[in-house]
């Protein structure tokens, strides 16, 4: 216990965040503590907590809620014992935040130099103008970005998005400080990009260290980067182990729920989803807050909160808050025999897509690109930012005016241009975007979105209308209430839910889908995909864009593999994903997370 002690960097203990107008907690009685170089995985669904335990962490609480209990200790230091003056001077210098958006967290009106040699200027002013370019042009070469004038005089919107974050993570690790906070730092990535940030974050733990404190929904990433694994649900700690016994032997029915709702890149597994919602603060019981979605569930669980227990300490500690941890048992992932997947390969092609070219100004962004899709088969289109995934979606949309070919529905040419189509082509190709609260009008209430839907495309009566609205919130499991409430009402699954249902209201033929799922909670995120999978049933014919090739192996009938504005691949899912023939889908699976490969065997393949 002394070794321990004496390489801890950070002690946390009882802390407590609690509303400001109710009282009611929103973290509750969180204890842990972190060494040099550690990574402390940090996961659970929205609302769990995690963003408000890891701001904590740097002294701040949101507006309308307030530290109220416990202690932070960083090298033996209460943080939230410092002044705003100090816990400044600490933010940056000690302890580091890497924001999950680096588009915003950058400043647009300074250059990347000015971004790093800012930071040294405020915490290290003793430097000479020397050491600060040279320690400058270190970190660069560290997160394996350029170091000369041209690239130091860029600004942050002429990177691309993982130049960016590398940014953040440069800023981050410059002042080489005790603790680094990572908000989600690879959502955004595709799997090589996120594979080279996590490779930078683990090297410069080790390298300095560090100890990390990374927060994230997808547990297959987690697997990738962390040491450590604390499991939360509803503001407290469900379940705290290492790694390996956290993926091996999970003891909290959360814990499990999570693992068996993530899709895989490397078998078709069923997607379980937890069913229901972690209550919110102002709505917790009683007893066990996850009682109510468990199917260990007891009496007692509904009258007395579990309290957080270790279990073992053989090799690492191991600590469950749950009534009947030793009934849970090893868990068994549910795998789909491929053979019983039914392609549609007797079908007459509904979508034909060919010889489709595009720009973005004088620079060519799609080349010759040709493909087809059955009725009720879901394609995946998948590549590295930057390869053409989302160019060629909006061309079959109309929405991108700069391209030449022929995009072919149902037998009938549609003009590449959304405003020359007719009314009744329109509506039987929708587009659902990937942020579904930018698509959504924060002014109307979902009643008035969906209604608004039905009345331009169909000449139907306010029952007539009122009665589809209901009935497509029924088919995206959403109760008739949500019709009153806004878009800021809601949860971002909630959100994706509404934007699927107004796509629906358009009996569209196609849905294209352009990342609908990749900020998605991992247990949301099967929900949605089991109701996909349920459109396909009823006909609907989907493409869907995706970085993430686990979804892509749960929801695929066929993969289309595009980089650089060319098509490289493209085939049954189970063929191209277990034996892909093109040296750039071989590179995009050995990147991809998953639960059945050590990260090892993934740099190794």
Aim: hydrophobic share 40%; net charge neutral.
């Amino acid at each position: 216990m002394t070794e321990i002690l004496k390489n801890t960097v950070l002690q946390v203990k009882d802390l407590t965040v609690a509303l400001v107008n109710t009282g009611n907690h929103v973290v509750s009685n969180i204890s842990f503590h972190l060494n040099e170089g550690e990574v402390l995985g940090l996961v659970g669904e929205s609302g769990s907590g995690k963003t408000t335990l890891s701001s904590a962490l740097l002294g701040y609480a949101r507006h309308g809620a307030k530290i109220i209990q416990g202690t932070i200790a960083l090298d033996g230091q209460d943080i939230l014992s410092l002044d705003d003056h100090a816990l400044r001077q600490i933010r940056g210098y000690k302890i580091s935040h890497v924001a999950q958006d680096p588009g915003t967290a950058l400043n647009p009106a300074l250059t990347i130099g000015q971004h790093l040699l800012e930071l040294l200027e405020v915490h290290q002013s003793r430097l000479s103008s020397r050491e600060r370019n040279h320690r400058v042009a270190k970190i660069l070469d560290e997160v394996g970005l350029p170091q000369d004038d041209v690239f130091l005089k860029r600004y942050p919107h002429q990177l691309s998005g993982g130049q960016q974050q590398r940014i953040l993570l440069a800023l981050a690790f410059l002042l080489q400080p005790r603790l680094i906070v990572l908000d989600e730092p690879t959502t955004a990535l595709d799997v090589t990009t996120q594979t080279l940030v996590l490779n930078i974050i683990r090297k410069l733990c080790r390298e300095y260290n560090v100890a990390a404190i990374y927060v994230s929904h997808d547990l297959t990433v987690v697997k990738d980067i962390a040491d450590r694994v604390i499991v939360l649900y509803s503001g407290q700690i469900a379940e705290d182990a290492a790694l390996s016994q956290l993926f091996e032997t999970p003891k909290h029915p959360y814990t499990q729920g999570l693992l068996n709702a993530i899709p895989d890149v490397s078998i078709r597994k069923y997607l379980s989803p937890i069913e229901g919602h972690a209550p919110a603060p102002n709505d917790r019981p009683t007893g066990c807050a996850f009682a109510a979605r468990c199917t260990f569930a007891s009496e007692l669980c509904h009258q007395q909160q579990p309290k957080l227990t270790l279990l073992s300490q053989a090799f690492d500690p191991h600590f469950v808050a749950c009534h009947h941890w030793d009934e849970v048992g090893v868990i068994n992932f549910q795998e789909l025999d491929p053979h019983l997947i039914e392609l549609k390969t007797d079908q007459q092609a509904l979508l034909k897509v060919e010889h489709i070219n595009a720009w973005y100004g004088q620079q060519q962004a799609l080349f010759d690109v040709s493909f087809q899709i059955q009725r009720g088969e879901c394609l995946a289109l998948v590549g590295e930012s930057g390869s053409g995934k989302t160019t060629l979606s909006r061309v079959i949309a109309g929405l991108n005016e700069n391209a030449e070919g022929q995009v072919i529905l149902a037998d009938e040419v549609l003009s590449l241009q959304g405003q020359k189509r007719q009314l009744t082509q329109r509506h039987k190709l929708q587009y659902i975007f990937q942020n579904p609260y930018k698509a959504l009008n924060p002014a109307h209430t979902i009643g008035q979105t969906l209604t608004k839907v039905v009345q331009h495309f169909f000449a139907t009566s306010q029952q007539e209308t009122q009665q589809k609205v209901v009935q497509v919130l029924q088919q995206v499991s959403l109760p008739p209430q949500v019709q009153e409430l806004y878009p800021r009402d809601l949860s971002g699954g909630e959100r994706q839910r509404v934007a699927i249902a107004r796509a629906l209201l358009c009996q569209p033929d196609v849905l294209i889908c352009d990342e609908i799922t990749s900020a998605l909670d991992v247990s949301v995120q099967a929900s949605i995909l089991k109701l996909l999978q349920q459109l396909q049933k009823q006909g609907v014919t989907l493409l869907f864009v995706t970085h993430n090739l686990g979804v892509v192996r749960a929801i695929a009938d066929r993969v289309a593999v595009l980089k650089n504005g060319h098509l490289v691949e493209y085939g049954e899912t189970d063929q191209v994903l277990s034996h892909p023939q093109h040296a750039y889908t071989k590179t995009l699976l050995t990147h991809a997370p998953s639960l059945f490969k050590t990260t090892a065997q993934r740099i190794c393949a």
